[in-house]
Structures are given as C-alpha cells and as structure tokens.
C-alpha cells in the first residue's frame, strides 16, 4: 500500500480539535517548521501534542534547515515578536520581497529584506527561504495572539454568563441582546496568500524536502482551499477527479485540558486506501462506498456516550499534479521536475 502523509497547512502552530479529529482517520500528521528544534512547537506536558508525538503518528519536519544560521534568526524573531505593534506592516513589507509575485515590480531595500538578508553573497534561493521562514513565524505571531483574544473572551463570557445566571429567574429573553456581545470575531491577518506562498516555498525548495509516495496537503481555511481549487482547475493537464467529504469525530470538551487521551490509531488503512481510490483515474463512487461504510462504523465506535460539541468534516479533492507548486513563480521552474510530481489531495477540514 502506498505510504500517504497529510500535511497540515499554512499554519505551523497546532490547532487540537483539528489535531484530534485527523487523528482518528490519518495515521501520519505533520507540521511544517521554518526552524529546526523549533522552542515554539515544543510540547505542554500531557497535551494531546505530546501524546500524538509519543506514538509517532504526529511530527515537526523542517524542510530547510538553517544550521549554523539557526540562533540568529531565531534572535531576529525575538525581536520582531517585542514589537508586535509593528508585525503586520512587517508582513505587508515582505509582500515586497521575493515573496510576491515576481512579475511585479519587487523592492530589493525594503525592512525585512533588509534585516533577512545574512550577506550580499547569499544566492536567490536562500533568500527566498529566509524570507518564507519569516512570513511563517510573523503569521504565528498573529495565531497566538487570535488564540489569547479568544480565551480572553471566553473567559469574560463564562464571568457574563455566570452573573446573567443569578439576575435571571424565570425568563432567559431579559438578557437575550447581551448574549454575543463577548463572542470572539473571527479576523484574518489578510495575508493569507503570501503565508500560503511562504509554506510553498519552504515545503519544495528546502533541501530536507521528504515528499511521501501520496501527499494530502489539509487546511482549516476556506479561502485558502479555494485558492488551491483555482490553481489545479487552471492547471492544463488536470483531468476531472471527483471529491468526497466525511464526517470526522467530536473533540472532547475536556480538550486543552491535560493529561489528554488521543483518539484510538487509525486502523484498516482506509485513509490510505481512500486516498488511492481518490486519485484513481478510473476509479467511481461506486468504488468508494465499501471504504466510506467502513469509515462510518468506526466512527459510531469512536462516538461515546459523553461525546460533546459537534462533528467536524473533511472535504478531500484530489489532483494529477501539485497545485501548490504553482506559487513558487519562475525561480522555481528548473528546480521543482513539476512533469515528474506525484499526484495529491487537497483537504478542508471544517468545524461543523
């Protein structure tokens, strides 16, 4: 059976109810590091990362080492990070860079350029690493702090609900108009484009680079699905696969709470053999039912009684070549053998 990875992308920072959902179907996960024995991925004691991790079925892979180079970015980061103030006019410098779309004029004098450039000396291909390396840790900058808005929110929310409790007694319509008021807004740091450019890049030009036999690249963002969906339609020799969505299980509501219990190992090999249906040529729906039926059962034996919060699902969409290598522009043209790549898929993965 042929060996399938999936790719968690453009994020590198772990999202755990994503985490625990595809832990129950996909039995290799990994996440992208820009920095090898990255201190930021490291595991909180009895989180559900570290247990994933224990049992190799989750890890951190950084496709371009930076070797002796590693302590000084990882310094120039930290000094980004204490002036987050200024972190999204940086991301919005580096659309600057090489990064943006190399038929555009690009400006060469620009502030990370600048400050990411290690010498004159230093090939194209470098910089562009360099540079992608930065996006990815600017943009979790923005994550942590979207993640410490929300549980702000929550909190305050908890606090309201608790002090309505007591005001209320018969009648919740009293408040009802309070009732959203601490929800957290959803907002995007609007370079969605250029942290899945960024991801691109380290991903298929790093020199540490270990593509399996089939690649599932999963993303939590629609837009950034789309854009995927946009790159292999307009790819010439795309021909027209069909997609499938399954339903993926609850995560606890005791998530994020340590010590975590991981979902049981996938077993059967059916995300594996769904993928080969998938990019199966002359495979039909047909052919996917018995898988799918499969899937369905275990996922009631997953369910428990206590089970809270609802399902999530996984739509996967499969391609003859790598859309996302085409966001690498020119540079990469020589460089990526794009006639000899492997098919993948392409998942959504949605919180339902």
Not at 150 to 177: C, M, N
Not at 180 to 186: A, D
Not at 230 to 256: K, T
């Amino acid at each position: 059976m042929s060996d399938c990875t999936a790719y968690i992308f453009p994020q590198t920072l772990v999202q755990e109810p994503l985490l625990f959902s595809l832990a129950a179907l996909c039995p290799s996960l990994v996440y992208l590091q820009g920095v090898e024995d990255d201190p930021a991925c490291s595991f909180a004691p009895g989180s559900l990362s570290q247990e994933l991790s224990k049992r190799q079925q989750l890890r951190f892979h950084a496709p371009a080492p930076l070797g002796k180079e590693r302590d000084r970015f990882l310094a120039l980061v930290s000094d980004l990070e204490q002036r987050r103030d200024d972190y999204l006019h940086q991301l919005s410098a580096l659309s600057l860079s090489h990064l943006a779309d190399r038929r555009e004029g690009e400006s060469r004098s620009s502030l990370i350029s600048e400050l990411s450039a290690p010498g004159s000396r230093q090939s194209e291909l470098e910089q562009l690493l360099w540079q992608a390396r930065l996006v990815l840790k600017l943009g979790e900058l923005f994550d942590r702090e979207q993640q410490e808005i929300a549980a702000r929110l929550q909190r305050l929310a908890a606090q309201q609900d608790h002090l309505l409790d007591e005001l209320r007694e018969e009648s919740d319509s009293l408040f009802s108009l309070t009732r959203g008021l601490s929800q957290p807004i959803s907002q995007g740091d609007g370079m969605a484009q250029l942290r899945l450019k960024a991801w691109s890049q380290l991903f298929y030009l790093g020199s540490a680079s270990a593509a399996k036999d089939i690649n599932c690249f999963i993303t939590s963002q629609g837009d950034i699905f789309e854009k995927c969906l946009d790159l292999g339609v307009n790819e010439p020799s795309q021909p027209p696969f069909p997609s499938v969505s399954i339903e993926l299980p609850a995560a606890p509501s005791s998530l994020g709470t340590p010590p975590q219990s991981p979902p049981p190992l996938p077993g059967g090999g059916i995300f594996e053999k769904l993928c080969c249906r998938l990019l199966d040529q002359s495979s039909s729906p047909q052919d996917l039912a018995p898988l799918l039926s499969q899937w369905e059962q275990q996922l009631e034996r997953l369910a428990t009684a206590g089970e809270e919060g609802s399902r999530s699902r996984l739509t996967l969409q499969p391609f003859a070549g790598q859309p996302l290598q085409l966001l690498l522009g020119p540079l990469s043209h020589s460089e990526d053998n794009r006639g000899q790549t492997p098919a993948c898929l392409i998942g959504l993965w949605e919180q339902e």
